[in-house]
């Protein structure tokens, strides 16, 4: 994302000037307008360091194309503008975007090597655990920190981890592992936590895993932006570019096959991942195959739904964590304790710090998820389309595109977590675009949200050995 949506957006009419919010989200740029109609003058507040402005122009406040406003030089530093003498610039419309300063996206910082796992003890936590793997390389962790973008496009450092498998001479294929839902900033597979293990799997038979901790998670600062897609995919994407030149620093062949896979969270961001690596004029990474396990992909219909529906879920948490998420990338209200009611206005917040787990915060919500909300936000988000939470589970939702590479979809019939229709509305639509090579399945019918986690991730992995080179 290299251009921040406009956020404010100054419109001159013949009476004078006014302003109109076009999305709500955390303001980088504040816009004052001043001057005449004749004559407009705008001036600005850039509320993030290094960041550039433009002032853009159009004659309809409906369409035509934006173009730079006379009598400046785009982009600037400067928090100012006034319109030319000469000839003015008649009844227009006016925007000022904000660019964040230049980065180096998946540029490596460091990759620290944390330990290696033989195969003899790999082969017994695997077994102890009922996993059937075979070992066939010891794995050597390595904990990266790296460069990629915040939600608003701004470089920022991630970190995750690259498993390798130690010894192996023949190019490996590139295996991204997206995790499920961490609440604790330490609870991330670069630490190693659970599912960073899980990782090694994948590396001790021959592929290079890497596993992103995600925004805000790890050593990445600020709240995680918990099922944001674009951020959940840029985390991924740049972390594969770290992991490249990891490898290629420890003479690690790569070919040039990438597999997607994830579970829970995870499956909605692997998915993400392929959408936007599919959705790119480069040809940096071509897919192989993606399997995605039990993710929310349908927020704005199957889990907007299930919000509203009364239900008593296992982890009502999710619902906080997601509105407080989208609060801090999208804006939602002036504060989060203003979209909730007392007293979780007060109650809830301080417990999103990084430090706290999810029973934790179970303990501290209602039965019903929605009960934390405001009513009248709650009562206007049950009858409003064009709330801005609606608005912000639509701009994540992932099922209205047709995937090119090979998909497989996994959810358990018995899952209370995260409803299996969400599964099933993605496979129905990818199958209306024509994506024929979608498959649906269920790895262990009638197995809840945890228990269908290992049977997933198990057949992705063997449908990913029958694909590899």
């Known amino acids: 994302m290299n251009w921040i949506r406009t956020w404010l957006m100054v419109a001159l009419a013949s009476i004078g000037l006014s302003l109109q919010t076009v999305q709500a989200v955390p303001p980088v740029v504040t816009v004052f307008p001043s001057g005449s109609a004749s004559r407009p003058s705008l001036y600005w507040q850039l509320n993030r360091t290094n ?4 002032v853009e122009t159009r004659d309809s406040l409906g369409s035509g194309a934006w173009v730079p406003a006379p009598g400046g030089i785009w982009p600037t530093s400067s928090t100012n503008w006034t319109a030319p003498e000469t000839g003015g ?6 925007r000022v975007t904000a660019t964040p300063p230049a980065g180096q996206r998946g540029r490596l910082i460091s990759g620290l090597f944390v330990t290696s796992y033989q195969t003899q003890l790999l082969g017994l936590l695997f077994r102890g655990l009922g996993i059937d793997i075979v070992t066939r390389y010891a794995v050597d962790f390595y904990a990266v920190t790296y460069e990629t973008v915040d939600p608003y496009g701004a470089p920022i450092l991630a970190s995750g981890a690259v498993i390798v498998p130690s010894g192996k001479t023949n190019a490996s294929a590139l295996v991204l592992y997206d995790h499920g839902t961490s609440l604790k900033k330490s609870d991330v597979p670069s630490l190693p936590n659970q599912e960073g293990f899980l990782g090694t799997a994948f590396a001790t ?4 895993a890497v596993l992103p901790d995600y925004l805000g998670l790890g050593i990445s600062p600020g709240l995680h932006p ?5 951020s959940e995919a840029s985390a991924s994407i740049d972390l594969l570019r770290a992991a490249r030149q990891l490898c290629a620093s ?6 040039d096959q990438l597999f997607i896979s994830g579970y829970s969270q995870g499956g909605h961001a692997a998915l993400a991942t392929l959408q936007a ?4 004029a480069t040809n940096e990474f071509t897919v192989t195959a993606a399997g995605c396990g039990s993710g929310p992909y349908d927020l704005a219909g199957v889990s907007a739904a ?30 989060l304790a203003k979209l909730l009611q007392p007293p979780y206005s007060t109650t809830l917040p301080p417990l999103l710090d990084g430090l706290h787990d999810g029973d934790v915060i179970n303990a501290a919500m209602p039965k019903v998820p929605t009960d934390i909300l405001d009513p009248t936000q709650l009562a206007d988000f049950k009858v409003n389309p064009n709330h801005p939470l609606r608005l912000a589970l639509t701009d994540n939702t992932l099922v209205n595109w047709k995937p090119k590479s090979p998909l497989r979809l996994y959810r358990c019939s018995g899952d209370q977590d995260v409803p299996p229709a969400n599964s099933q509305v993605a496979y129905d639509s990818f199958q209306s675009l024509g994506a024929s090579q979608v498959q649906l399945l269920d790895p262990d019918p009638g197995a809840d949200h945890d ?15 029958t694909l590899r080179k």
């Open 226 to 230: 918990y099922l944001h897609a674009a």
């Open 277 to 280: 690596l599919e959705a790119s």
């Open 205 to 208: 038979d021959g592929y290079v």
């Open 451 to 465: 228990a269908c986690a290992i049977p997933a991730l198990l057949s992705i992995k063997a449908w990913f050995d």
């Open 306 to 335: 299930d919000f509203l529906s009364g239900r008593l879920p296992p982890n009502p948490y999710y619902f906080l964590y997601l509105i407080a998420a989208f609060q801090d990338v999208y804006g939602l209200a002036p504060s």
């Open 89 to 94: 610039v008649g009844s227009h419309f006016f």
């Open 250 to 255: 420890n003479s690690v062949a790569l070919s």
């Open 51 to 54: 960041w550039t402005a433009t």
